[in-house]
């Protein structure tokens, strides 16, 4: 009888203990979500008061993110990630674009999107470009979204897109809100894609 005892005492402790614990984490987790929600709703308000989300922004402080190649086979992986960084932008068919690139190293911009405008696998659809420091113009007879990347291991660089381009939608997971995607496709009905 005293094991029986013993057995169920230990049965409705480890039981309370396990309801403290749930509910202290439920606690805690609603207090999370109702921070989450009341900065995404300051972020959105912020958002709403600029004229335009990204029209007037042309500059971009472009990262480094290595070779993706490399870091494919170094981490045994099949596919290498995205290495692309998006403006934002789209440049129109044979639409000159200029940008400038400042310091000292060269960076590659593509116009055009792998998976889209049917172009998986055609990679005549895609225009890359190395632009060297200063002032480049460029131009693709496709037209796309444009997009930087800098093979660089570690550091940045600066380009402002000086003439050409598009703005586009441009949703940033963690920056922007439902309603601030709403309206950007508002802002631009006839944007050619949405990034």
């Keep these: 009888m005293g094991n029986k005892s013993k057995y169920k005492t230990k049965r409705i402790l480890v039981a309370t203990a396990t309801l403290t614990i749930i509910a202290s984490g439920m606690a805690s987790s609603s207090d999370v979500f109702a921070e989450e929600t009341q900065q995404q709703k300051n972020l959105s308000t912020s958002l709403q008061s600029e004229k335009s989300v990204k029209s007037e922004n042309r500059t971009f402080t472009v990262p480094g993110k290595g070779d993706v190649e490399v870091l494919k086979q170094q981490e045994r992986k099949s596919m290498a990630f ?4 998006p403006t934002g932008l789209y440049a129109k068919p044979n639409e000159q674009i200029t940008i400038n690139v400042e310091g000292n190293q060269d960076i590659q911009v593509y116009i055009g999107t792998y998976s889209y405008d049917a172009s998986w696998r055609e990679d005549s659809k895609i225009k890359s470009f190395t632009l060297k420091p200063g002032i480049n113009t460029i131009q ?3 037209g796309g979204l444009i997009y930087f990347y800098n093979k660089q291991q570690g550091g940045t660089i600066r380009t402002i897109i000086t003439t050409g ?7 940033e997971l963690g920056k922007h809100t439902k309603q601030d995607l709403i309206n950007m496709l ?3 009905p006839n944007a050619h894609a949405v990034e």
């Design 140 to 142: 693709s007879p496709n």
């Design 186 to 188: 508002d802002q631009y």
């Design 82 to 85: 995205s290495p692309y960084e």
């Design 165 to 171: 381009g598009t703005t586009t939608p441009f949703f």
